[in-house]
């Protein structure tokens, strides 16, 4: 009961409550059904992992800093519980993912449930844009002659208008939610992409085709539809570094840039560039970040208002988390980021997952309720962890030009690791996570790494304008 109520909290949160419930959804639907599904998962919480990572550790910092940084960088109480509301629902996804997903099976069904958001958003933008989209572009105020967006929005929810390097009319597909901008929505999709391998059968060609070849290619299609550049230049360090394992890293770079030559010729990106002088919008406003973190070094200006500090995010997560929540907010995401890298790299090594042992059960005083974890032999280990290092590159890569630093998405993919990490650990195939306490002098060197590597990149870029 509980995985499947969390299956359909999850397909809410990313679809969106007005799709989904119309006109109930000013009734806070998904308020309740978190609550449900928070309800039915307590009997649950013993015997799963989400008191064994560092991540859940990292989860309760995040939220002490989103708290925090509103509370007191921007001196509004109400505001910071406002903020407090809004930033659970996506940590909760990483709470669903290690309570309920214990084995392969519902491991497959949560990536059915991505792939399904994503064909469903797809399908919807496709058919709004070969059949309704009107030649001439958004409609117009007629006193200022600017576009009536909010129009165009009720008529065309998962479409956005945008104008090419040419001036000519380009409209890109979105989804709901969180996933309202098109670049967004391409991040989604350039992660969940590599996950469907894990359907992937030896030797099943008509298998392989249908459960996974072609949702690939309708994958794809999509993320073309986004025009996102930043999805483009994730596809392309997924590629490389999915390529690098059979055929070595320097010829998996020349495909890398041969797939770039082709997808711009394709016109992937809708006619607008990809270099530095195209980014240098970019470039200012992570300098201008940097000068906020300068000034609110500890909780940052508050969370999600740096639009109101520059006139816009920072379209960079590393920017966006330490401008809004400072360096005491950036070191907890740090700490979430720092083990579910490590973990997932660690199950993706052939070298450090042994084979299979037979584990005898602790001892406790207290009989402690153990969740059920299949057996899943090394192969099946390794194969799962690249996948999930497939995903997660494709998300941070994607994330250095966008300002998603706490989407939903991070979470859930960090939930997803832990699990397959889990699976190992109770066969005895890797060694046990490292505590708390080791983990956070490293927490805090990445991130003071992460500071230096930003400012580095905005001075080096500055230097080449």
Not at 4 to 32: D, N
Request: aromatic residues 12%.
């Amino acid at each position: 009961m509980g995985f499947v109520l969390s299956i359909f909290y999850l397909v809410v949160a990313y679809i969106g409550t007005a799709t989904l419930f119309g006109q109930l959804a000013p009734y806070h639907i998904e308020l309740i059904l978190a609550g449900l599904v928070f309800f039915v998962s307590l009997p649950a919480l013993m015997g799963s992992l989400i008191f064994k990572t560092a991540q859940s550790a990292a989860l309760v910092g995040l939220t002490i800093a989103v708290f925090l940084s509103v509370l007191i960088g921007v001196h509004w109480a109400g505001g910071a519980v406002q903020a407090f509301f809004a930033f659970i629902p996506c940590a909760f996804a990483y709470f669903l993912v290690c309570v309920h997903c214990n084995t392969r099976k519902k491991f497959q069904v949560l990536v059915l449930m991505l792939l399904l958001v994503c064909l469903f958003v797809t399908a919807r933008g496709a058919f709004d844009l070969f059949y309704r989209v009107p030649m001439t572009g958004p409609p117009q105020i007629l006193d200022s002659g600017s576009a009536n967006m909010p129009l165009w929005d009720f008529e065309h929810p998962y479409l956005t208008p945008q104008r090419s390097d040419a001036g000519e009319w380009i409209y890109r597909i979105r989804g709901q939610n969180f996933i309202n901008d098109p670049n967004d929505f391409g991040q989604l999709l350039v992660c969940v992409t590599p996950l469907l391998f894990i359907f992937w059968r030896p030797k099943k060609m008509l298998h392989n085709v249908v459960s996974v070849l072609l949702p690939v290619s309708a994958l794809l299609f999509g993320t073309f539809l986004t025009h996102s550049r930043g999805a483009l230049v994730a596809l392309l360090a997924v590629a490389v570094v999915a390529a690098r394992r059979r055929i070595g890293t320097v010829p998996a770079l020349i495909v890398a840039g041969v797939m770039f030559v082709g997808a711009m010729a394709l016109q992937f990106t809708g006619g607008r560039g990809i270099s530095a002088e195209s980014g240098s919008d970019r470039t200012e406003l992570w300098s201008e970040s940097l000068q906020l973190l300068k000034s609110h070094p500890l909780f940052g200006v508050g969370w999600g208002m740096l639009p109101d500090q520059l006139g816009h995010t920072a379209h960079n997560s590393i920017m966006v988390c330490a401008a809004e929540l400072g360096l005491f907010g950036l070191c907890f995401w740090a700490l979430f980021l720092l083990p579910t890298l490590r973990d997932a790299l660690l199950v993706a090594s052939e070298s450090k997952v042994s084979e299979a042992k037979v584990i005898v059960p602790e001892q406790r005083i207290v009989p402690m309720r153990v969740g059920r974890l299949e057996a899943v032999d090394k192969a099946e280990i390794n194969r799962l962890g690249r996948l999930m290092v497939l995903s997660l590159t494709g998300f941070l890569v994607s994330g250095w030009f966008l300002s998603r630093a706490f989407v939903m998405t991070f979470f859930l993919l960090g939930g997803m690791v832990e699990v397959i990490f889990e699976m190992a650990l109770r066969q005895g195939m890797v060694a046990p996570r490292p505590r708390l306490g080791r983990l956070l002098p490293y927490a805090g060197g990445l991130t003071v790494a992460l500071v230096v590597v930003m400012y580095i990149t905005v001075r080096i870029l500055n230097l080449t304008r």
